[in-house]
């Protein structure tokens, strides 16, 4: 299965050369009704409110800061993704067979690729849960995927507003706990953190031939795009590279074979 990953231009060629694809914080998304919210039970007990309030501030903080998000999609042509995430236009779409990239392994990820399709709903699910875990959990702790919690995960990781339906979201979870230092190995896969002034960097290191597709913007710079195919082929031997294009009579993004700036002149 390959799943698509929309980005800027630069930060595509960094992709592409380091073979590492970054998994976010929940805290640095832009939509503030994106963050974990962990559901608690309803009680009629007020005393009891105030400690489930305390109790959800807290799980909500170590869901948070150890909990890193891969945000996939089912499609390379979709108009508004590449507006909106990939520099209008400018950018490109890289496509990862999942597999491959062990993110549909269920020891080393929270929620992995195959059980990660986002939930669109206009307001949160109160009801009480359907299922009973048999198991427990470290919360903020837990590299491996808890299939008898999937119910409380879908609430807690894969629940979005309605309005982001056109993404068709396909989500990756992971443990980011234990990892620092440039390169570190830990349950969850292996990790290079790096840090800017405003975050730190998780960047998680892809198994090779992970990459498996890649699309130029419609409107990439030319020469910069022939420099990174070039780079891409021998760098991803299996690669296959497209050209987007724009379909004028039907309003929607189509693509064909990347042709090299030599073809396109004979």
């Known amino acids: 299965m390959i799943l698509y990953k929309y980005m800027p231009?630069?930060?595509?060629?960094?992709?592409?050369?380091?073979?590492?694809?970054?998994?976010?914080?929940?805290?640095?998304?832009?939509?503030?009704?994106?963050?974990?919210?962990?559901?608690?039970?309803?009680?009629?007990?007020?005393?009891?409110?105030?400690f489930a309030g305390l109790r959800t501030m807290v799980k909500n903080q170590a869901w948070a800061d150890n909990s890193g998000i891969l945000s996939l999609t089912r499609t390379p042509v979709n108009a508004l993704m590449w507006a909106h995430y990939a520099e209008q236009h400018h950018g490109i779409v890289i496509g990862?067979?999942?597999?491959?990239?062990?993110?549909?392994?269920?020891?080393?990820?929270f929620i992995p690729a195959q059980f990660g399709s986002v939930i669109y709903a206009s307001r949160r699910e109160t009801s009480d849960f359907a299922t009973r875990p048999s198991t427990g959990i470290a919360v903020g702790a837990t590299h491996h995927f808890p299939v008898d919690h999937y119910e409380k995960l879908q609430r807690v990781f894969l629940r979005k507003p309605l309005y982001w339906a056109y993404e068709e979201e396909v989500r990756v979870v992971k443990c980011l706990k234990g990892i620092s230092g440039a390169?570190?190995?830990?349950?969850?896969?292996?990790?290079?953190?790096?840090?800017?002034?405003?975050?730190?960097?998780?960047?998680?290191?892809?198994?090779?031939?992970?990459?498996?597709?890649?699309?130029?913007?419609?409107?990439?710079?030319t020469e910069r795009a022939e420099h990174l195919v070039m780079e891409a082929r021998?760098?991803?031997?299996?690669?296959?590279?497209?050209?987007?294009?724009?379909?004028?009579?039907?309003?929607?993004?189509?693509?064909?074979?990347?042709?090299?700036?030599?073809?396109?002149?004979?």
């Open 96 to 109: 990862i067979d999942v597999a491959t990239a062990c993110l549909t392994d269920e020891t080393s990820n």
């Open 183 to 221: 390169l570190a190995a830990t349950p969850s896969g292996s990790f290079e953190l790096s840090s800017t002034s405003a975050r730190d960097l998780h960047l998680y290191k892809l198994p090779e031939g992970s990459i498996r597709e890649l699309y130029i913007g419609i409107r990439a710079d």
């Open 9 to 50: 231009f630069t930060i595509g060629e960094s992709v592409v050369r380091n073979n590492t694809i970054l998994f976010s914080q929940p805290r640095h998304f832009n939509d503030p009704f994106d963050m974990p919210a962990y559901p608690d039970e309803a009680t009629a007990d007020p005393l009891s409110a105030i």
């Open 234 to 266: 021998v760098r991803h031997p299996h690669l296959a590279a497209f050209e987007c294009t724009l379909d004028n009579n039907a309003l929607a993004v189509g693509f064909e074979e990347y042709k090299s700036i030599s073809e396109n002149r004979d």
